[in-house]
């Protein structure tokens, strides 16, 4: 089993920045991919960034450029630096492993509890 757990988020004003960090405990048998995931009031959870196993990775379009995504070696820490933060980033932020258990079972998602990221204009 995966535990999932977000630091990092806070107050803070547009134009600002924060780095989110995510710790995971527990073992998978083969992860797919560390990613972030946001999701604002009143609407649906959204892929923010993400690192595959292969090292390739991929970001909202309207992060790109200001948010960068990166991880340690043994996949325990998963970090995202926002920079240039607009008002409309404001959400929860979670932290998510997809992979397999073992190597019979099917893919999973794990997910953290979220941390707030509040951007004031």
């Known amino acids: 089993q995966v535990q999932l757990v977000e630091s990092g988020g806070g107050l803070v004003q547009a134009g600002g920045s924060l780095r989110l960090s995510c710790t995971a405990s527990?073992?998978?048998?083969?992860?797919?991919?560390m990613g972030w995931y946001r999701q604002a009031p009143g609407m649906m959870r959204e892929l923010v960034a993400q690192?595959?196993?292969?090292?390739?990775?991929k970001y909202e379009d309207s992060v790109e450029g200001r948010f960068t995504i990166s991880r340690d070696n043994a996949w325990k820490e998963v970090y995202l630096q926002m920079n240039s933060l607009v008002p409309e980033a404001t959400a929860v932020y979670y932290c998510?492993?997809?992979?397999?258990?073992?190597?019979?079972?099917?893919?999973?998602?794990?997910w953290g509890k979220g941390t707030l990221v509040t951007v004031s204009s």
């Open positions: 998510n492993i997809r992979g397999y258990s073992a190597p019979t079972a099917g893919g999973e998602d794990y």
């Open positions: 527990g073992s998978l048998f083969r992860i797919v991919a």
């Open positions: 690192v595959t196993a292969g090292g390739s990775t």
